[in-house]
């Protein structure tokens, strides 16, 4: 498990540079003709296009704001631009422990996300979407934490569609080869049972679930 030379224990969560190209391509081109249409808008030009690329635009940012928020809307935009991401170990005042996810911006820490340890029901990793729809392996496997998200009224709607309505997923770091991403997930799994999640091999070696011992040891979590 690779560790950063600090008091609080990390995991380095991998960061492909070209991922940061990518975001800095795709943000460059959003403004551009978000510039452009301002400026059609503006001269009397190509109205109706306009408006609709303006408006498109508006709905995607204003629909993504109103279901993570405002801190963690713009988290999410700076963390396409570092490099630097991470996971780590946090000891509140008050057992257990949390897990957090996160990364460093010009000098300054930022999360995307916390997660109590003894919320975390799996830890996997598998093939993504590209693979589904080819029908072969596109080398896009990615790490999955599965964790309860203790929200009835939650678990309700998405127990249509979902098929762990009673949990929410976080995916760590990129997607990947399934030979790279088998060596990360490995990294992730100590790491995990480092901060004291219990979690033993489940139906294959790519998938590890908490241990039924220390489901019934904590029965809070069962009813939460």
Not at 62 to 81: A, H, K, S
Not at 86 to 104: C, H, L, N, T, Y
Request: with cysteine; hydrophobic share 40%.
């Amino acid at each position: 498990m690779k560790m950063d030379d600090q008091s609080t224990p990390r995991l380095r969560v991998p960061k492909p540079g070209s991922d940061v190209v990518g975001a800095a391509v795709m943000t460059s081109f959003i403004l551009f003709f978000v510039a452009l249409a301002l400026s059609n808008l503006a001269d009397g030009l190509a109205l109706i296009p306009s408006l609709i690329w303006l408006l498109l635009v508006t709905a995607v940012f204003v629909g993504v704001w109103r279901e993570e928020g405002t801190r963690q809307f713009f988290t999410g935009i700076l963390g396409e631009f570092s490099l630097k991401h991470f996971a780590e170990i946090v000891e509140p005042a008050a057992a257990p422990q949390d897990v957090r996810f996160g990364f460093s911006c010009l000098g300054h820490r930022m999360f995307y996300q916390t997660i109590p340890v003894n919320k975390i029901e799996s830890l996997e990793w598998h093939t993504g979407q590209a693979t589904s729809l080819a029908g072969r392996d596109m080398d896009d496997w990615h790490v999955t934490l599965w964790f309860d998200h203790g929200d009835p009224g939650k678990s309700e709607q998405q127990k249509e569609w979902y098929r762990k309505p009673d949990q929410d997923l976080y995916i760590i770091g990129p997607s990947r080869p399934k030979e790279v991403t088998a060596a990360f997930g490995r990294e992730a799994l100590d790491f995990l049972r480092a901060a004291g999640a219990a979690l033993v091999q489940g139906e294959n070696d790519c998938t590890f679930v908490r241990n039924s011992d220390s489901r019934r040891a904590n029965p809070a979590t069962e009813l939460s």
